[in-house]
T-cell receptor, first 114, second 113 residues
Framework: DAGVTQSPTHLIKTRGQQVTLRCSPI?????VSWYQQVLGQGPQFIFQ???????GRGNFPDRFSARQFPNYSSELNVNALLLGDSALYLCASSSPGHKTEKLFFGSGTQLSVL | QQQVKQSPQSLIVQKGGISIINCAYE??????FPWYQQFPGKGPALLIA?????SEKKEGRFTISFNKSAKQFSLHIMDSQPGDSATYFC????????????FGDGTTLTVKP
C-alpha cells in the first residue's frame, strides 16, 4: 500500500506569492493533519481535518488555510508568503476515527521563500 | 510557550552503547506520548508510544520510561547501532489524538561504529 504522498517535493517562491501544497493520505485514512517543520525544530501543528471538517487549528496566521476533499486528500494554502514561511511542510494521516494513536507522515514539501 | 522540552539537542554514542533522550512536559492534560524517528529527507516515523498509566514500555531495543509526578519521560535505545543515527522527537497530545500533537525540538543522535 502507498504511504502518505505529498506534492510537490520542493518549491521555490518569492515573497508575497501564494502557494498550494497537496497531500494524499493512506487509503482508508479519514484524518489529515498539516505540520510546519523549521530547520532544527520539531514539527509544529497547523491544521487537522477529519471527514472534510476542520478539527483543529494551531497558532498560525489567517494566511494559512486548508481543506479536505471527499476522497480525503487535502490542500494547504499559504497566501502572501513571508521569508519566515520557508520550512518543510509535513502532511500526516491517521486510521479511521479522528482520535487515533498512529500518525503516518509523508516526506514533506520543502518550501523556500526568497 | 513551549509545552514539550527535549534534551539533549545532540548526542554521540558508541556502537553498542545506550542512548538516552529526555523530555519534559507542562500540561498535565496530555495523555499520550509518542516518540518519532526522522531520517534526512523523510518525514517522522512513529517509533514507540506510552500512556501515563504505565511507567515503562519496551519494544525491542527501545524503551520509554515515564514519570508522571515529575512530568518527564525518556527514550532509551539499548545496543545502539549506526543505523539508529537519526533525529528523534518526543511528542504529546490530548485524548490520544496524535494528529494534533505538540513536538519537542528534536535530538540528533550519532552512533559511531
Amino acid at each position: 500500500d502507498a504511504g502518505v504522498t505529498q506534492s510537490p517535493t520542493h518549491l521555490i517562491k518569492t515573497r508575497g506569492q501564494q502557494v498550494t501544497l497537496r497531500c494524499s493520505p493512506i487509503s482508508g485514512h479519514k484524518s489529515v493533519s498539516w505540520y510546519q517543520q523549521v530547520l532544527g525544530q520539531g514539527p509544529q501543528f497547523i491544521f487537522q481535518y477529519y471527514e472534510k471538517e476542520e478539527r483543529g487549528r494551531g497558532n498560525f496566521p489567517d494566511r494559512f488555510s486548508a481543506r479536505q476533499f471527499p476522497n480525503y486528500s487535502s490542500e494547504l494554502n499559504v497566501n502572501a508568503l513571508l521569508l519566515g514561511d520557508s520550512a518543510l511542510y509535513l502532511c500526516a494521516s491517521s486510521s479511521p476515527g479522528h482520535k487515533t494513536e498512529k500518525l503516518f507522515f509523508g516526506s514533506g514539501t520543502q518550501l523556500s521563500v526568497l | 510557550q513551549q509545552q514539550v522540552k527535549q534534551s539533549p539537542q545532540s548526542l554521540i554514542v558508541q556502537k553498542g552503547g545506550i542512548s538516552i533522550i529526555n523530555c519534559a512536559y507542562e500540561n498535565t492534560a496530555f495523555d499520550y506520548f509518542p516518540w518519532y524517528q526522522q531520517f534526512p529527507g523523510k518525514g517522522p516515523a512513529l517509533l514507540i508510544a506510552i500512556r501515563p498509566d504505565v511507567s515503562e514500555k519496551k519494544e525491542g531495543r527501545f524503551t520509554i520510561s515515564f514519570n508522571k509526578s515529575a512530568k518527564q519521560f525518556s527514550l532509551h535505545i539499548m545496543d545502539s547501532q549506526p543505523g539508529d543515527s537519526a533525529t528523534y522527537f518526543c511528542a504529546a497530545c490530548f485524548n490520544t489524538n496524535a494528529g494534533k500533537s505538540t513536538f519537542g525540538d528534536g535530538t540528533t543522535l550519532t552512533v559511531k561504529p
